[in-house]
């Protein structure tokens, strides 16, 4: 079996009898970064979302509660994407900030007006964005993509707490 030190990527190191092997150091651990992600325009896309929340808020120490909401809020606002504007993909992004962790969805298009609505008795839609409005610490709209197109963001906290 060849020497380790005779392969080419490992001529001219220079070893020494004091290595030590690499430990992780927690505290030398880069903080969180933001999940992007983009999904079709498909009726599966909002299921899709909820699997990333679930799949990525664990691991950012959120709890149960606050897990369980951000799936909601995802999926309200990619269905909103999906029935008011002409997009043909949804982008989204997951970041946490501090003790909060903001959702956002972008859509290609102005989208709907972006007020929360009492939806009468009888409707089967149009609570989505008041859903938000109530479970969020904060939500806002901006533009997107030159103005062609809009973000609608929500924070949660992670320790569930409400706002």
């Known amino acids: ?7 080419p990527h490992s001529r001219n190191v220079a070893t020494s009898p004091h290595l030590q092997p690499l430990e992780r150091n927690e ?3 880069c903080p969180p ?5 983009r999904l079709p325009a498909a009726d599966a ?8 929340v679930r799949r990525q808020l ?37 970041r946490p900030i501090g003790g909060l ?3 956002a969805v972008a859509g290609e298009g102005p989208g709907p007006r972006h007020t929360p609505r009492a939806a ?12 938000v409005c109530t479970l ?3 939500w806002g709209v901006r533009p997107w993509d030159g103005g062609r197109g809009h973000v609608v963001w929500a924070d949660l906290r992670l320790d569930g707490a409400g706002g």
């Open 1 to 7: 079996m060849p020497d380790a030190r005779d392969t």
């Open 27 to 29: 505290s030398a651990v």
């Open 33 to 37: 970064g933001p999940l992007s992600f």
């Open 45 to 52: 896309s909002a299921a899709e979302a909820r699997r990333h």
């Open 58 to 94: 664990p691991q950012w120490g959120a709890c149960a509660d606050t897990c369980d909401t951000a799936q909601l809020v995802i999926s309200e606002l990619v269905t909103n994407v999906l029935r008011h504007t002409g997009s043909t993909a949804v982008r989204c992004e997951l």
């Open 101 to 103: 962790v903001r959702i």
């Open 120 to 131: 009468d008795m009888d409707d089967e839609s149009g609570r989505g964005l008041l859903l």
């Open 136 to 138: 969020a610490t904060r």
